[in-house]
């Protein structure tokens, strides 16, 4: 079992190989991909140093999977060139996530729709990974007819650059910027560009990423996704609809019972999801759970999820291992 790890320098990249150490992942061979001026340095991956090698390099070697996390641009030229080979790419840019033939999954939802033929693979956006994960079991007990959610995402989302704005102001340092403002005690409403239906990219990925997840257009979705000044994870306040009643205790013990979901609902004791929590983990934490009092049959929700983990390089690590035990690669 080849394994690429296209982009092994980056953010996500580097999570990606401390998430396929720590769970074990069962390669016979790792290849570090990364940018033409890293080629010929080193990683360490269980103890071992491995060479950097270029994208051709890595291409002509074969890898069963490639574990992409460096951009758009390098997914859609790159890709199709791995796939080629035989190679079974799983993606997580924004590159192939709306193409119609392309299947975007996060594997407590939807991995049951990915067979043999599917050599490119989708990771969704971190922010919707996290809230699917949660709207599943609930979509399939209550049907879920609408969803209202608000973001609160870590700056790791944006990237290095974001951390060291954020570090560089907090330590009163001038630096690159990475948003057009300062994010040290300040909140910014704006991820990604602005469209012409003045909802960001984002917010629109959210929408559209939950719909092809959940295979039902019909949950009709609104976002509103804003960036804050914390490390270790997104935090989500969501509101859903439901076309039947619920029952709170019920709905308690549904989310427990799901997969990749921990309840943290305890407010007499001040127990609840926070980002420092989710940090480093792998699952999603639910609480704050509660009747909407202002609508029938809807709920309030707060969940949280490390971005870097659950949200890009644990779910891509979950596909390949799914690929693996379906004997799908």
Known sequence: MKVAVVGATGLVGTVMLKVLEERNFPLTELIPVASEKSVGKEITFKGKKFPIVSMDT??????????FSAGGNTSLEHAPRFKEAGTTVIDNSSAWRMDPAIKL????????????????????????????????????????????????????GTGVKAVEQLMNERSGVDGPKAYPYEIDLNVLPHIDV???NGYTKEEMKMVKETNKIMSDDSIK????????????????????EFENEFDLAEVRSVL???????????????????????????EVF????????????????????????????????????YLIQKELV
């Open 105 to 156: 999954i996060v594997p407590e939802v939807n991995a049951h729709e990915l067979s043999i033929d599917n050599k490119i693979i989708a990771n969704p956006n971190c922010s919707t990974i996290q809230m699917v994960v949660v709207l599943k079991p609930l979509h399939d007990k209550y049907k879920i007819k609408r969803v209202v959610v608000s973001t609160y995402q870590s700056v790791t």
């Open 256 to 282: 427990e019972k799901s997969p990749g979901v921990i309840v943290v609902d305890d407010v007499a004791n001040l127990k609840y999801p926070m980002p420092k929590d989710a940090h480093e983990k792998d």
């Open 221 to 240: 979705v609104t976002a509103t996704t804003v960036r804050i000044p914390v490390m270790g994870g997104h935090s989500e306040s969501v509101n859903i």
């Open 58 to 67: 890595a291409i002509g070697m074969r890898p069963d999977i490639a574990l």
């Open 194 to 196: 602005f469209m012409e």
């Open 286 to 321: 639910v609480g704050r759970i509660r009747r909407d009092e202002s609508a029938p049959k809807a709920l309030n929700l707060w969940i949280v999820a490390d971005n870097l983990r659950k949200g890009a390089a644990t779910n891509a690590v979950q596909i390949a291992e």
